[in-house]
């Protein structure tokens, strides 16, 4: 794993969950509320291990951390609730270093929240993990 990769996918998933922002308080939204929840959570790991990377290098802990989070969004994309929630949502993502770095993966502008989750699963597992520098497929 590549120290930056983590800290610009770090900063893409924190760009998606503030978007979902709005929608958290429109109604009877259980599997919004969840993913939020779920990915607030996971944002807070990844800054912890961002903030370690100031003193040491990535290691396999921050690689099950990663690997853990990858399933996490895979099972976010599945469950009956978010994609209830998220099947019509549409959300607006700036500018990311992710993006900037990885665009056939990162997006800006309006996107689908399932398709965000989708983004961000993608980018867990072909760059974080697999660091590849060229995305597996469009």
């Known amino acids: 794993m590549d120290a930056q990769n983590v ?16 929608y958290l308080y429109s109604g009877d939204l259980h599997g919004a509320a969840c993913a939020a929840g779920t990915l607030t959570s996971r944002i ?9 990377y100031e003193t040491r290098e990535p290691n396999q802990k ?3 951390e990663v690997s853990s989070l990858a399933s996490t969004l ?3 994309q599945s469950d009956k609730d978010v994609i209830r929630d998220f099947a019509e949502i549409k959300i607006r ?7 900037k770095a990885h665009p056939v993966i ?3 502008g309006e996107i689908g ?9 993608r980018g867990a597992l072909e760059i ?3 660091g590849n520098s060229t995305p597996l497929s469009t």
């Open 7 to 22: 800290k610009d996918f770090t900063g893409l998933i924190t760009a998606v969950r503030r978007a979902m922002d709005e």
């Open 44 to 52: 807070n790991n990844l800054n912890t291990i961002v903030a370690a």
């Open 62 to 64: 921050d690689r099950f």
């Open 74 to 76: 895979a099972w976010l």
């Open 93 to 99: 993502l700036p500018e990311t270093d992710f993006e």
């Open 106 to 108: 990162g997006r800006v």
């Open 113 to 121: 929240a399932l398709d965000a989750l989708h983004m961000l699963h």
């Open 128 to 130: 974080v993990l697999e």
